[in-house]
C-alpha cells in the first residue's frame, strides 16, 4: 500500500523545544495539505503546497511555524519553540486534484 | 466565508437501525465540492464521497446513501442497518474557491456511537 505516510506517529516535547514532522504523499499527487485537529473539532487547514510550491498559508500558522516541500515530493512541518497550545493531531494529506487522501497524523503533545 | 455545520455531536443507535448525519455548508461560489470522511477510532480520515454543486443526484453505496438538496444547502448522509464497525466520527467538508483550490473547510463532526 502506497498511501500518505507521516512520521513520527507520536512526539512528546517540552515547551521550548522545536519539532519537525515528516509527510511522504502518494506518489504522483502534486498537491500536499497540512491540517491540524484538536480534539472534538474537524481538521483545520494549515497550509498547501502545488509541487514545491507553498501557494497559501492559514493564519493559524504563526512565524514559529515553517513548512518546506523541497522537491515537490515530501514535506516537512517545523513547530519551533513549541508551546502547550500546539498540542494537537497534525494531518497530511495529498491529491492530484480530487478528493484529499489523508495520512494517519503525528500526535504531538508539549508538556 | 466558507462555513460547515453539523450540529448533531453524537448520535448513539443500537446495531441494525439506521443513521442520518446532518449537514449544512454555507458558501458565496456557485462552484464547490462537498465530501464526507469517516474517522475511525484508529484516527485515520477515510474518504467516503465527493459531490459537486451541479449535481444533485443521490447517490447510494452499499448501506451508505448522500442526500444532497441546493435548495437547503444540506448533504446529509444515511447509513442503513448501522454496524459496530460503523462507530467512528464523520466529517462533512467544503471545498470552493474562495480561497484556494482544494482546500477543505471541515465541520465539527457527529461521533456516531453503534452498540450491539
Known amino acids: 500500500d502506497t498511501g500518505v505516510s507521516q512520521d513520527p506517529r507520536h512526539k512528546i516535547t517540552k515547551r521550548g523545544q522545536n519539532v519537525t514532522f515528516r509527510c511522504d504523499p502518494i506518489?504522483?499527487?502534486?498537491?500536499l495539505y497540512w491540517y491540524r485537529q484538536t480534539l472534538g473539532q474537524g481538521p483545520e487547514f494549515l497550509t498547501y503546497?502545488?509541487?514545491?510550491?507553498?501557494?497559501?498559508k492559514s493564519r493559524l500558522l504563526s512565524d514559529r511555524f515553517s513548512a518546506e516541500r523541497p522537491k515537490g515530493s515530501f514535506s516537512t512541518l517545523e513547530i519551533q519553540r513549541t508551546e502547550q497550545g500546539d498540542s494537537a493531531m497534525y494531518l497530511c494529506?495529498?491529491?492530484?486534484?480530487?478528493?484529499?487522501?489523508f495520512g494517519p497524523g503525528t500526535r504531538l503533545t508539549v508538556t | 466565508a466558507q462555513k460547515v455545520t453539523q450540529a448533531q455531536t453524537e448520535i448513539s443507535v443500537v446495531e441494525k437501525e439506521d443513521v442520518t448525519l446532518d449537514c449544512v455548508y454555507e458558501?458565496?461560489?456557485?462552484?464547490?465540492?462537498l465530501f464526507w470522511y469517516k474517522q475511525p477510532p484508529s484516527g485515520e480520515l477515510v474518504f467516503l464521497i465527493r459531490r459537486n454543486s451541479f449535481d444533485e443526484q443521490n447517490e447510494i453505496s452499499g448501506r451508505y446513501s448522500w442526500n444532497f438538496q441546493k435548495s437547503t444547502s444540506s448533504f446529509n448522509f444515511t447509513i442503513t442497518a448501522s454496524q459496530v464497525v460503523d462507530s467512528a466520527v464523520y466529517f462533512c467538508a467544503l471545498s470552493d474557491l474562495t480561497d484556494s483550490w482544494g482546500k477543505l473547510q471541515f465541520g465539527a463532526g457527529t461521533q456516531v456511537v453503534v452498540t450491539p
Open positions: 458558501t458565496r461560489d456557485t462552484t464547490y465540492y
Open positions: 506518489s504522483e499527487h502534486n498537491r
Open positions: 503546497f502545488q509541487n514545491e510550491a507553498q501557494l497559501e
Open positions: 494529506a495529498s491529491t492530484l486534484g480530487g478528493e484529499q487522501y
